[in-house]
Every structure is written in C-alpha cells, then in structure tokens.
C-alpha cells in the first residue's frame, strides 16, 4: 500500500488549482441514468471514487467515453465524460460495489423512476458513522414506490411510474434530497421537498437536471418544488469547484504560514469556513480568480465551532480544522453533530503531539507549541487528510499509512502541495 513521507517546517508559496467538486461529480454521473440521451460532465475530479462509479454505472449499461486532452489544455483541468444510458441493461447494483462507495446506493432513485424498479445493495455502515438509508426509503415511499429489504438488498418496485408527493425531512439529508429530486423530476405531478439539504453541490445537481429539461424552483432553498416531466434529454454540464479540498488548501496554506492563490475556488460555496479561517487569525481574500491565503508569523487564535448542515461549518471540513487548532494559541472546541464517530483522527494527532481530549460529541483541543512527526495511520477520507496539515508543520518526518483513503476525494494532493514548497512526495508501496 502507498504511504507518504512528508517532512514539516516549509511555508507554502504558490498557486493550487481546485479540483471538481467530488460530492458534486458523483450525484451528476448518477443523473445520467435518468436519459437515454448523452450528458457531457466537464471539470470531473479523476479520484477513486469516480472510478468506482464510473463501474457501478457501466454495470447499469451506461457508456462512458473520456475525451482525451485538447491542445493547450493542461494537467490541472479535471476530466471530460461523456455518459450515455440509452437503456438500462440492469436495475441491480451490487453488494461488492455499493459496500466500497456508499454515494453509489444513490442510484435507487433515477433507476426507479427510469425503470420503475431497483434492487440496490444496503450500502451498510462506514468508519463515520452507521449512516442509514430511512430517509431515502421514506421519499421514495412518498412518492409510491414499494420498498422491500431482503438479504441486505433493497428492492423497489413502481411498476406504474411515480407521482408527485410532499416530502419533508425530519433531518437535513444530503443523500436523501439527492434521492427524490432525482427521482421526482419523472415523476407524475408536483412534489414538494421540505427541510431540503442547501449544500452546493445540490444546487449543481438541480441546475443540471433543469438544463436536461426538468422543472424545478427553489433550487438553492430549503424547499424545492418540482413539476414532473414525461422525459429528459442530454446536456453539457460543468462540476462545480469543490469547496472540501478549498477548505482543506486553506488549512495547509494557514497551518504552515505562506502565501498560497486558491485557483478556481469559489468563496460563494465556502459558507462559514472563510469565517472560522479568519477568526484563527487567516487573512483570507477574495480575488477574480479564487481565494488568497495568506498568513505571516502570528500565531493561530483557538476558535469554537460546532458542525452544522450548509450553511454551517461542513463536517468534511471538521477533521483538518482539528489539526489547524492544534498549534492554536489556547483551547479550541469543536462540536461533531452530523456524524456519531468522526474523531478517529483524534489519536493520530496525538501521535503527532496534539493535546486534545474527548467528550463525547465535542473535541477539546489545547494548542501546543510544536508538534513532531511519527508513523500515523489514515482511517477515512477527510481524517486522512488531517494528518496532512498536521505534519507540513510536525518537526521532523511523517510518515502516513494507507494513503488510499486520500485517493479517494484528493487529486493530486501531493503534486498540489510539491508546487506550493512542501516536502511530501509518496512512496509506492506492494
Ligand atoms: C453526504 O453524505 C456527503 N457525501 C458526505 O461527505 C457528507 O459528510 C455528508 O453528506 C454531510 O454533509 C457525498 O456527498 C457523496 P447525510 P450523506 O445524509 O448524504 C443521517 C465526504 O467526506 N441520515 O447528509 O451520506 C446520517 O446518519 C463524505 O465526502 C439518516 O439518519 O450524509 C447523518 O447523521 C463523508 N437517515 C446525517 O443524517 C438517512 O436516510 C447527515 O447525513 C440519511 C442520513
């Protein structure tokens, strides 16, 4: 397995290019089962998830082509799919798949609308959390399909098409607004959702449905309403800027001090993390290409924050604040109120030297003046990432293990930070 090595102490000067948004590529690729015709998706992150996906969706019947690079075109600039599901050779999506990449159950709802029938592997639980699926069921039940669980599949049948139906969340569900405003825009009259989820990359989802022919209003809002139609057809679409990795530059840029453009980046999207960067003492600067972020000597200022739905400080983003604090000058504490077990980057600090300290669903972090390298463990995909930051200022050699789940939402992470200064560079394990 691949690790990396990195040695702490550079500051980051340069430009880092963000990539497509992952949480928005992977719900976009999905809507491509909702048309027989042809979306082209352009700025596509090249990640392991998408890859994965990209299987899941072929197994459905779905032709995928990837345009190869154009003249002038350079490295920085995500993918150009071409997905093409002129019929759906196959409503099942397997276990082996679904259990490596959970967003793929994600397919219940463009296939029970296109298809009237699903049988989706449970995508079971995860490192974070047990993350249910009951909100996805309920919206899909509210809009008349019959949902069955057998053998850890879910089977769903409407064998005479969806219709329209008023759905509201009792909780903000990314996953499960995505699951009925996929499968209402086919279905028979209005729906209303309500207590939608207001992440960006909702909104890039719904203004590519509509540019596919859907009617929906309230895009960006808690309510979405949505008249359906009787068919969609193909379009290009562009995958917005992902707000995750601008965080995450933002924290590697702030924790080792330095000057560092954030290309691409779009401030619009970043809700309450620009906030919480400058009350760290991060001088952050909007500017007509991106985001600059710079910091001299001062010291870090502790913060505390509580995780919260958009527009709230994202929960993707909770793991490498964490490891910001950690040389802050006094005691932060930060809330986890999305997921029930995303503090396993806790130990791993503390490898590093972090002081922090549990109580249940908050994180106390005592600032230390230093940290030093050591051998660490990534766990999931954003607290892998924690050990990053940590260690581009750790004394000393870091070496991070399992480096796999880092492929799985970064592109070109080391190449990125390299071209900032860093000393990082991975080492190709058997
Ligand atoms: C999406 O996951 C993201 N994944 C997650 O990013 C992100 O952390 C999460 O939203 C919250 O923002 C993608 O977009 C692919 P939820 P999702 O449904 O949809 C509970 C990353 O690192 N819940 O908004 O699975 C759930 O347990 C990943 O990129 C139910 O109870 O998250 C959680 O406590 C990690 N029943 C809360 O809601 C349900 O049916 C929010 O989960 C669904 C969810």
């Not at 992440?199 to 596919?212: F, Q, S, T, Y």
């Not at 870091?398 to 190449?415: A, P």
Request: hydrophobic share 40%.
């Amino acid at each position: 397995m691949d690790r990396i090595r990195i040695r702490g102490g550079n500051r980051l000067n340069g430009t880092i290019a963000i990539s497509g948004a992952k949480n928005a590529a992977l719900p976009l690729m999905i809507v491509s089962l909702l048309t027989p015709e042809t979306l082209t998706l352009s700025n596509v992150p090249r990640l392991a998830d998408v890859k994965l996906l990209q299987r899941i969706l072929q197994n459905h019947g779905v032709d995928i082509m990837i345009a190869g690079k154009r003249p002038g075109q350079n490295g920085q600039s995500g993918d150009t799919k071409q997905l093409s599901a002129k019929t759906i050779a196959d409503t099942t999506a397997p276990y082996e798949l679904v259990s490596k990449m959970r967003a793929s159950f994600w397919v219940l709802g463009p296939l029970l609308a296109r298809c009237g029938e699903a049988k989706v592997s449970l995508p079971g639980g995860c490192a974070i959390g047990t993350r249910p699926v009951d909100m996805h069921l309920l919206a899909m039940e509210k809009l008349g399909a019959e949902i069955a669980i057998e053998n850890g599949y879910v089977i769903a049948k409407a064998p005479r098409g969806l219709t329209g139906a008023r759905i509201s969340f009792d909780k903000v569900s990314v996953g499960a607004t995505h699951a009925a405003l996929m499968a209402s825009v086919l279905a028979k009259g209005d729906t209303i959702i309500e207590n939608a989820a207001r992440e960006p990359e909702i909104g890039d989802v719904a203004e590519c449905l509509v540019k596919m022919g859907a009617k929906i209003e309230g895009i960006h809002s808690s309510t979405l309403r949505i008249t359906g139609v009787t068919s969609l057809h193909g379009c290009e679409h562009e995958v917005i800027a992902d707000r995750i990795e601008t965080g995450t530059y933002a924290m590697c840029a702030g924790m080792t001090g330095g000057d560092v453009l954030l290309k691409g980046a779009r401030p619009d999207t970043l809700g309450a993390v620009m906030d919480v960067m400058r009350q760290t003492g991060i001088e952050v600067t909007e500017t007509n290409d991106g985001i600059r972020i710079y910091r001299n000597g001062a010291a870090l200022q502790p913060v505390n924050v509580d995780t919260q739905p958009y527009p709230g400080f994202p929960t993707d983003c909770q793991a490498q604040l964490m490891a910001l604090v950690t040389k802050a000058n006094g005691t932060s504490m930060i809330r986890e109120t999305i997921f029930e077990n995303r503090f396993m980057h806790v130990q791993e600090l503390a490898r590093l030297g972090a002081d922090i300290h549990l109580h249940g669903d908050t994180a106390e972090v005592r600032g230390v003046a230093k940290l030093t390298g050591a051998p660490v463990m990534a766990t999931d995909l954003r607290a892998s990432v924690s050990l990053v930051i940590a260690a581009l200022a750790a004394e000393g050699e870091t070496m991070i293990n399992r480096v796999y789940h880092l492929d799985r939402g970064f592109e070109t992470l080391e190449e990125k930070l390299q071209a900032c200064g860093a000393d990082i560079e991975r080492i190709s394990g058997n």
